[in-house]
């Protein structure tokens, strides 16, 4: 008798165990994992079907440089911004001697897109030279990949067997690769998946949708060091100069909300002088928002003793309202995605629609300043144009800034007078290329508005081979420096991509 009570005792105790288990497994996963999911077996104690997960994108919305991040008026230095890289390691080190970058002198800049699609070992190699050298960057759509899925990462390894699950998998997927090193990985998930045991659902549903594990992407998440996911993590959507009237993003940036007029004055930014806000009392740093952040360091307007600098101020007013007021802006896929405006939506394909750098080239065209001061200039370029009288009518209170951006590699080098695309196709084998801005010696007060034109360019610079002089004086695409900006110059360097 004894015996039977002896076994009943365990098998009491064992289902005990077995639900509480049961319990503490179903809610560490609803406190880690933000997608609505079901859990059935797992879930089935507490009655809870759903379940959320950590914030894993986390965003960088904005990062402002100083006129000491971006040094325009010394003569001395120099702003060097880099294409998509890619993990191209040795294109990138061979444009960095072309340029002779100097880390004492010049300030390195990459707009995004530093890793994944070169092997995986060029991808850790550019990913420790960004982050060992702090270089100034925005995150480009495949950093974004990468970050999440290291977020990710770090969380399931923390739920109770996960790991072990994880481990098999991809234990079962090398030994696939091995036999069959053609094999497809989305495929064989898909096969994977639709075979597994109820028990092994559970574990897929971790997975959020439409996300491929073992890609690229999750190798160098796993692979990468603590410290190359920190850099990634301080990486921010955009970045904006006010000092040099410019913006850097990964794929782009709208001038003006396309469901409403461009002068519409009440909701376009570019289309109405903004007010001068007054003084306000310091805000306590815990409680600001993003977008008052951006307001913040700039100079009292009060304080002015000046009309040039009361201009600045509300040009600096003013292009902060891009990065508010126009909801596309604010949207991080719009930014880390951006090629073409179709139907009035933001859409990644290049083949149709606008680019949405032509919308912003028109949107600069149609600036006349604050006091109409450069309404000669659009009226000069209308001049034997046969063109829409609303377009010709169009005047905007604005003056023309710069936006630097990639992402676009099927374009090749896209520059105009104000916006610069930089991916030249490195990992197809093309080009790596860069913008390289001389600074200044002297100040001058007149905008330099002369648009580009194909004489700029020169078709015939690109065609080095790969045992070009590298120490020699530095080859550019162009024929003469470009214009940058108010009243800088520049010039795009480049060179001849190989594996």
């Known amino acids: ?25 179903a809610d560490s996963l609803r406190k880690a994992y933000s997608e609505n999911i079901s859990w059935r077996p797992l879930s089935h104690y507490q009655g809870h079907e759903t379940t959320s997960i950590p914030d894993v994108a986390h965003y960088v919305h904005v990062r402002k440089l100083s006129q000491e991040e971006f040094p325009l008026d010394d003569p001395k230095k120099r702003a060097i911004i880099v294409g998509d890289v890619h993990g191209m390691i040795n294109s990138l080190e061979k444009l960095l001697k072309r340029v002779k970058y100097s880390s004492s002198n010049d300030v390195l800049i990459h707009v995004g897109d530093v890793a994944v699609k070169a092997s995986h070992a060029g991808s850790l190699a550019v990913l420790k030279f960004m982050s060992s050298n702090n270089v100034i960057g925005v995150r480009g759509n495949h950093d974004q990949k ?42 064989w998930l898909e096969k994977r998946r639709k075979s597994s045991t109820e028990k092994d659902i559970a574990w897929w549903k971790l997975i959020p949708k439409d996300w491929i594990i073992f890609s690229d992407h999750y190798q160098i998440a796993k692979d990468m060091s603590d410290a190359d996911f920190h850099y990634l993590l301080k990486l921010p959507l955009r ?61 009292d307007p009060t304080s002015y003793s000046s009309p040039t600098k009361t201009i600045e101020h509300l040009r600096n007013l003013q292009e902060i309202a891009i990065l508010t007021r126009i909801p596309q802006n604010k949207d991080p896929w719009a930014v880390l995605n951006m090629r073409s405006i179709i139907d009035g939506e933001v859409s990644k394909k290049s083949n149709k629609g606008t680019p949405w750098a032509k919308i912003w080239k028109d949107h600069m065209k149609h600036c006349v300043g604050f006091r109409n001061e450069l309404e000669n200039e659009l009226d000069d370029d209308y001049k034997g144009r046969d063109r829409d009288i609303e377009e010709q009518n169009l005047r905007l209170k604005c003056y023309p800034s710069t936006v630097i951006y990639g992402h676009a590699a099927s374009r090749g080098l896209d520059i105009k007078r104000w916006s610069f695309g930089l991916d030249s196709g490195c990992i197809y084998r093309r080009r790596l290329s860069a913008l390289v801005i001389q600074g200044r010696a002297e100040s001058s007060e007149e905008i330099i508005l002369d648009d580009l034109s194909d004489d700029n360019f020169d078709e015939d610079a690109p065609n080095e081979d790969e045992d070009d002089d590298i120490d020699g004086p530095i080859n550019t695409y162009t024929k003469k420096s470009l214009p940058f900006g108010d009243h800088n110059t520049a010039d795009i360097v480049s060179v001849k991509c190989t594996a």
């Open 1 to 25: 008798m004894s015996s039977r009570l002896q076994i009943l005792s365990y098998v009491i105790v064992s289902v005990f165990l077995v639900f509480f288990m049961s319990c503490g497994i």
């Open 239 to 299: 970045l904006y100069i006010p000092s040099a009237h410019a913006f850097i993003v990964h794929a782009g940036l709208l001038p003006s909300d396309p469901d409403y007029p461009r002068d519409d004055k009440a909701r376009q930014p570019l289309a109405a002088v903004p007010d001068l806000p007054h003084p306000q009392r310091p805000t306590v740093a815990a409680n600001i928002t993003w977008e008052e952040a951006l307001q913040e360091d700039l100079d």
């Open 146 to 187: 990468i970050i999440e899925w290291r977020g990710w990462l770090t969380w399931v390894f923390s739920v109770p067997g996960a790991t072990k699950w994880l481990e098999r998998l991809e234990n079962k997927w090398s030994e696939a690769q091995r036999k069959d090193p053609d094999l497809d990985l989305e495929t």
